[in-house]
């Protein structure tokens, strides 16, 4: 029943770079809603399909997902009251990966800390705490020193970026604690699937998509009866 479907979760995660499995998940009980498989996550691929979720009568209160604008876009259209929330998995992640392991100015090893206390937020305290050393960084670095054109320059320009644009729904699981903070059941969820994905290489596209759809209906079922 999609009815009493209120926070949920969605993430996408691609197969040799053909397509994305897409899968909306109930926080609550951790079934699956809906998964489909597209070719990229986009407002045309995802839209249609809420709107038939929505006639369904899913009607959530809030959701967790990576911060991709479209399909963010795309759920705003179906819900405009939706709250949403980032995946700070995703934002830490991110940045970490943009920024490097070891950078090279002092801008970027300070603001390396900084990313990595992102998942460590729990309580308002750690929000607080997290904010403070956040606005420090800017404080201290302003503009993120005007080092030359350089691609490691641009990503750290984009990591701060990357933080500053999330902050305002960085934060709304510490209200509702029914709200997750990152979408780590789906990671979860796509470990399982892609390791027996493995076991079954060489199928074609038709048969891929189709064993992946089989794998989704199989764990829900699974998942109803230990339920």
Known sequence: DLSHA????????YFHKDGCLALLMDT???????????????????YPRLLELKEKGLYPK??????????????????PDLLVQRCLFHIENQGLMWIRRYPKSESGRYLR?????????KLKADKERFLSIYRAWQNRFGTLEPLENSIANKDLKRTGSLIQNALPNMFHFIKDPRIASTTNLLESFYSQVKHQYRNHRGLSHHHKVSFLYWYCYYKNVQNSNIL
Request: cysteine-free; charged content about 20%.
């Open 113 to 121: 800390l900084v990313l990595k206390t992102v998942t460590s937020i």
């Open 62 to 79: 809030a959701i967790t997902l990576d911060g991709h604008k479209k399909v963010t876009t795309a759920f705003m259209a179906a819900w």
């Open 28 to 46: 609550a009980n951790r079934r699956l809603l809906d998964y489909w498989y597209i070719s990229r996550e986009s407002y045309e691929n995802v």
């Open 6 to 13: 209120y926070y949920i979760l969605l993430d996408g995660t």
